[in-house]
């Protein structure tokens, strides 16, 4: 029996299998979204493949009672975690009116959903990150406890937005956890031509943070790291900056061609650090997963990922003419 | 009712609408111990301590983006934008942001923000410190666009601003700050965004303007009473979205009508203005519709010979005026 370095994180034996079952969800959903663009059934899908374990570890992490989430558009595991269906998902990536993030309005991976505190978000990167500095700020104003996670690609971290909003966060003592999801590419440019620094987490210290880089193929190094930020947060002693490093196992999305900038012995080199397979095997190893539960989790994952695909498939688009609605409060 | 001054409208309504709801805070560079560069929040951070008096980090897409954020949350957040010219960095915020998150949520979520800024020329501030901005976001929709020209619009505008559930830009007119005066009741009272305002009845000709250029073309219709040039002044104090009804009214009541805004010419507000009253008043109209506005040349120049050039002012509009009731 291998080591079970949950149990000393305070994880129950369910409570590492319910993470499972959520990156592996996400996963699944993702794949289908691949197969319907394939297909020609929905026009765009941007993935969430190589980052489940950062994405759920760190929500998993939080009071996802209280907590807010601003995700970037690769999210999927975050905002499943959050409280977002399945068939919230597939709606939309058809595009659907019952789609709860934007009613078909913005592609898919703009999530939202006020009722999951999941912050609505747009396409120009990192422009969530001063948001979550705000309803830090308002929840310390407030006097509430929660705490913001937010999260970002590694190229964004260059933006300007990063920088003004970590400096924020910084000077004002905010419970903000800023979260780098490094997957060593933005589209095409390789991390090396984004930073001249080492790690994300080098930028840290000039915001008056701590740092750190953790394993982002790892859900229990990134649960870990963002359970000590959420408390740091709640004690009043400031936000964090962790970076989880991973690959992105996809092309940017369904229109790039990741050949065209990777070599294929990259791609494969990497596959084989892939949470959804090394977090089995581990939680195989420690006898929490079983032959039986693997089973009856992909069949139930199965069942989940077609009904919410035939619901979205035959779900009504919104009437043409409710594009005018809600520019204004109505 | 009492005799203020047009700042003193913006700090009595900030202080007002604090005192009202303890979810409206302010932020921006300066505006706590400093009280702001121009005075404008003098006074709000003794009253109200430093948590909600903010004394930000340089930086106005923060200022921006933080105050969505919060606005986001269910707080009531006034930024301030230390000028006009300094908005352009929290551009992609007011824009991006801002305009479009009631819409792309699908009116899940809100940003019921006000950001207040003083713009405007004729104070010696050179390219950087005198543009009129506006243009910039008049074609957001989402946004809404407020720039008053007594201190009684500023202060019931102002609070109808800080009320409003979306968001609002409030521009203020830096020279109308100390040189503007009127009287404001001394009771809580708003004012409708959206709507324009007829400043002086007339049969004549029709001035449509908004901000300082309301008082210039005031001076210039008395003077020209003299002569038995009856103006018609409409302030049009939102200027994104427009009040096409007013307008089309005043258009319509004198067939003449003149344009006045010291921004740029080409592409402004009045340029939009102008194309409601062709695409509405035609025959109603006894004279080419006037533009009359600042040149097409990037902002005012620092020298007093240059930026006089560039400045409006009630001569200016005058002729213009007197011009325009001649054809």
Not at chain 2, 21 to 48: N, Q, S
Not at chain 2, 63 to 75: E, L, N
Not at chain 2, 165 to 182: C, Q, S, T, W
Request: proline share 5%; aromatic share 8%; charged share 25%.
């Amino acid at each position: 029996m291998a080591e079970n370095r949950h149990k000393a994180l305070g994880l129950s034996d369910d409570q590492v299998l319910d993470m499972f079952r959520t990156m592996l969800l996400a996963r699944r959903i993702d794949e289908r979204m691949w197969l319907l663009n394939r297909a020609g059934k929905i026009p765009f899908v941007i993935s969430c493949q190589g980052q489940e374990a950062a994405q759920v570890g760190a929500s998993y992490a939080l009071d996802r009672e209280k907590d807010y989430a601003l995700p970037y558009y690769r999210d999927m595991g975050v905002v499943l975690s959050f409280g977002m269906t399945a068939q919230d998902l597939m709606l939309s990536g058809f595009a659907k009116a019952e789609d709860p993030n934007s009613g078909g309005r913005q592609m898919p991976g703009h999530f939202g959903q006020k009722k999951n505190r999941i912050v609505t978000g747009s396409s120009p990167v990192t422009t969530q990150v001063p948001h979550a500095v705000g309803i830090a700020l308002a929840g310390k104003m407030e006097k509430k406890d929660f705490v913001s996670l937010v999260t970002f690609g590694e190229g964004s971290s260059n933006q300007g937005d990063f920088h003004e909003g970590a400096n924020f966060a910084g000077v004002h003592k905010l419970p903000v956890i800023f979260m780098v999801e490094n997957n060593k590419y933005a589209i095409s440019v390789p991390v090396s031509k984004q930073l001249a620094c080492e790690k994300v987490s080098d930028r840290a210290i000039g915001y008056g943070m701590p740092g750190f880089t953790v394993d982002g193929n790892d859900p229990l190094a990134v649960y870990e790291a963002v359970k000590e930020a959420a408390d740091r947060g709640r004690n009043g002693e400031g936000p964090t900056l962790i970076e989880t490093v991973s690959y992105r196992l996809t092309p940017h999305s369904s229109d790039d061609d990741d050949r065209t900038y990777r070599e294929r012995e990259e791609v494969d080199e990497a596959k084989k650090k892939d949470s959804i397979v090394t977090f089995a095997q581990y939680l195989r190893d420690t006898g929490v997963l079983t032959d039986e539960k693997e089973k009856e989790m992909n069949d139930e994952i199965s069942e989940i990922v077609n009904e919410a695909t035939d619901y979205a498939e035959n779900a009504a688009y919104a009437e043409a003419e409710s594009a005018m609605k809600y520019v204004y409060e109505e | 009712m009492a005799v203020i001054s047009y700042i003193q409208a913006v700090t009595q309504a900030l202080k007002e609408e604090m005192k009202r709801d303890e979810k409206v805070f302010v932020l921006g560079e300066d505006v706590g111990k400093r009280g702001g560069v121009f005075r404008a929040t003098d006074g709000l951070y003794d009253e109200f301590g430093e948590d909600r008096v903010l004394d930000t980090p340089l930086a106005e897409s923060a200022i921006a983006g933080v105050g969505i954020g919060a606005a986001m949350y269910g707080m009531r957040p006034v930024a301030e934008m230390q000028f006009a010219d300094f908005i352009m960095p929290a551009v992609n915020q007011i824009i991006s942001e801002a305009a479009k998150i009631r819409y792309r949520s699908n009116n899940d979520w809100s940003a019921p923000i006000t950001i207040r800024a003083p713009y405007g020329g004729g104070v010696h501030g050179a390219l950087y410190h005198s543009q009129s901005v506006e243009a910039v976001f008049a074609n957001q929709p989402g946004l809404k666009i407020v720039m008053p020209s007594t201190p009684y619009d500023v202060k019931g505008l102002l609070k109808a601003s800080i009320r409003d559930n979306d968001p609002v830009l409030f521009f203020e007119h830096k020279r109308a700050y100390r040189l503007i005066k009127g009287e404001v009741p001394d009771e809580d009272y708003t004012l409708p965004i959206g709507k324009a305002d007829v400043k002086r009845e007339g049969s004549d000709i029709t001035v449509i303007t908004y901000g300082l250029c309301v008082h210039f073309a005031l001076q210039a219709a008395e003077k020209l009473a003299e002569e038995g040039i009856d103006a018609h002044i409409l302030d049009l104090r939102t200027v994104y979205p427009l009040d096409k009804e007013g307008i089309i009214e005043a258009a319509s009541k004198t067939g003449k009508v003149l344009l006045v805004t010291e921004d740029n010419k080409e592409g402004g507000i009045i340029s939009e203005v102008s194309a409601i009253i062709s695409e509405n008043c035609l025959f109603d109209l006894d004279a080419p519709v006037q533009r009359l506005a600042g040149p097409d040349i990037p902002s005012m120049p620092y020298a007093p010979t240059m930026e006089k050039h560039f400045m409006m002012n009630p001569d200016k509009v005058e002729k213009a005026m007197r011009d325009l009731a001649e054809f």
